[in-house]
């Protein structure tokens, strides 16, 4: 199918008829003849495989990969495999995240960061194939060098692997060398709090104003995500009428049905929503106005009214608020009915969201109800077992009075029998 020629100089050249019917040359320069078999070899399949229609072997998948770019362009212009664009790390990144129109600007900002640190590591002009497993290992080992947490370095990767996968999908490389780092989140519930009725209370007297007054609460009693799901409420989501309140959910109106939730006007959250309703601007479209610049850090501005209320900020300021309410809801109310409220799933509920307090400790040491009701059972059995042994006795004496003439033996090492 192809043939190998030799020229002047100990050169090599393969000649083969392609796909095409037009014959065609490979020129592969100074070789040793076992070298230049094997890339006959190589090529034979690759011909096989244009002329069938079908894929090349896998032995000659893996040969690919491994060869130098000098020979891949030879076989692209021969037609025996795709061109095989290049990009650098800096500007595949840099184009990948201009032309993903559906990122939202907080997900912007974590690919950012990604890409920096993959820059940094790697250098803007490393080209993408140029990056292995072995370099990908060595990047992970980086972050956590930088002191950055377990989840951070797993979010930081799992970013990478999508943008990798990308650059596959677009052929610039093979395979991902990101592919079998670990990236799952995972829980740590070292890092949960429940942030009680009493230290709520205590955090909105020290807030500055009604709008501030209002995020917390619709964090600590409403569940909702800060800030995406707070600078998108308009006062048209309020539904005073029937209680109800409309959360547009940025996070997840990429999911069929899920672009926003209804949720109740929760009691404790009435009194703040009404409070923010009054003192609104005349014709306000936007539940909150003071607080929607892009320089507004709202974590940092909630740290210090925590401190100002004479408290100490716990961790995951908004996620954890989200978690107490989570926790507390799914005491009173069904888990569906809860994650529908609070706009996630029962397995992210389970494993992120609640918690175990020190109340249900308590409740499952004093709780004087079990204690009846383990009496009861108790004094249950102990009729039911009178009961049994009395009806067993009745029996015995009709027996006895029915047949007088039956002998009982004694009674000795033997348990007693009926008597012959």
């Not at 249950?380 to 009178?386: D, L, M, V």
């Amino acid at each position: 199918m192809a043939s190998l020629a030799n020229d002047p100089g100990g050169r090599r050249r393969i000649q083969f008829v392609g796909a095409d019917g037009l014959r065609k040359t490979i020129r592969l320069g100074k070789m040793s003849k076992r070298q230049a078999e094997a890339v006959k070899l190589r090529v034979e399949d690759l011909v096989a495989a244009k002329l069938s229609g079908s894929s090349q072997s896998d032995e000659t998948s893996r040969w690919l990969a491994d060869i130098d770019d000098k020979l891949e362009k030879k076989l692209a212009t021969a037609g025996l495999v795709e061109k095989k664009a290049t990009a650098t790390l800096d500007a595949f990144i840099d184009s990948y995240v201009v032309g993903r129109a559906d990122l939202k600007p907080r997900t912007i900002v974590k690919f950012n960061a990604t890409r920096d640190y993959l820059v940094e590591h790697f250098g803007a002009e490393c080209l993408l194939k140029a990056v292995t497993p072995g370099g990908a290992d060595e990047w992970r080992v980086a972050l956590v060098k930088r002191g950055l947490s377990e989840n951070t370095v797993r979010k930081h990767t799992q970013i990478a692997k999508q943008l990798f996968t990308a650059a596959v999908r677009n052929r610039y490389l093979d395979s991902n060398p990101f592919s079998d780092l670990k990236s799952t989140v995972q829980a740590n519930p070292e890092r949960f709090h429940f942030v009680t009725q009493e230290v709520a209370s205590k955090v909105l007297d020290a807030c500055p104003d009604a709008e501030w007054r209002l995020i917390f609460a619709l964090c600590r009693f409403g569940g909702l995500r800060c800030p995406s799901e707070h600078l998108v409420l308009t006062w048209d989501c309020v539904d005073w009428q029937n209680g109800r309140l409309r959360i547009p959910s940025i996070k997840t109106e990429h999911h069929v049905g899920k672009a926003s939730r209804i949720i109740p006007i929760f009691a404790e959250l009435r009194p703040y929503l009404e409070e923010a309703f009054e003192t609104a601007s005349e014709g306000s479209v936007y539940v909150f106005t003071r607080y929607r610049g892009s320089n507004v850090n709202l974590r940092t501005q909630l740290q210090r009214i925590i401190r100002r209320a004479g408290l100490e900020p716990w961790p995951k300021l908004f996620q954890n608020l989200r978690s107490t309410r989570q926790t507390e809801l799914a005491e009173q109310f069904p888990q569906h009915v809860v994650c529908d409220w609070i706009g996630n799933t029962n397995a992210v509920a389970a494993k992120h969201y609640l918690q175990v307090t020190d109340e249900h400790f308590l409740k499952a040491a004093q709780n004087p109800a079990q204690s009846v009701r383990a009496q009861g059972c108790f004094q249950s059995h102990i009729k039911k077992t009178e009961s049994k042994e009395s009806v067993v006795l009745q029996h015995l004496a009709s027996f006895g009075n029915s047949t007088p003439e039956t002998k009982v033996a004694e009674e000795g090492l033997e348990p007693p029998t009926r008597g012959l």
